[in-house]
């Protein structure tokens, strides 16, 4: 019995001695004269990567905000730095949501300009002003269009009627 398994053990060695991996990692391109290619490679990719990282990195910060194909015009280009990123809360921090949305945070655009967000308006007060406004916008349409009308009937009764 023991005799067999010396056999045994034997033949698996000379077995495992036959398979030569050197061999086989060199015909895949993985033996030690590769190893110079290979660590070019690798600099190559951290220096392609480090520069990536650079772009992104100066994207996020910059005032600009991403790079476009055509150009900007002067007035945005100088008035570029009043306009802030907004950082949203996580959404799993119930009380950093709370604060958020009482200032306001959710209505509007996700760029606003600075001082916009520090206000202390609730959301609720920041609605009714927002609709206070359009019916005062509304109201200033009808007037305009109601007193067009006014001016138009009375100048084909004949009247000579300038409109201010």
Known sequence: ?????????????????????????????????????????????VCTYTLFGVAWLYNEKSPLGWWTLKPRPKEERELAHLYER???????????????VAKGGMIGTTIGPKGFVET??????????L???????????????????VISELQEKGYVVEAE
């Open 131 to 149: 609709q206070k406004k359009k019916l005062e916008q509304e109201a200033q349409k009808l007037w305009v269009r109601m007193k067009n009308e």
């Open 1 to 45: 019995m023991v005799l067999k398994r010396y056999q045994d053990a034997k033949a698996g060695y000379q077995l495992a001695k036959s398979f030569n991996a050197e061999k086989y990692l060199r015909k895949v391109g993985l033996g030690k004269e590769d190893y110079y290619f290979w660590k070019q490679i690798g600099k190559a990719l």
């Open 86 to 100: 907004r950082e949203f809360p996580y959404p799993g921090d119930e009380e950093a949501m709370e604060e958020f």
């Open 120 to 129: 202390d308006k609730d959301a609720f007060n920041y609605q009714k002003e």
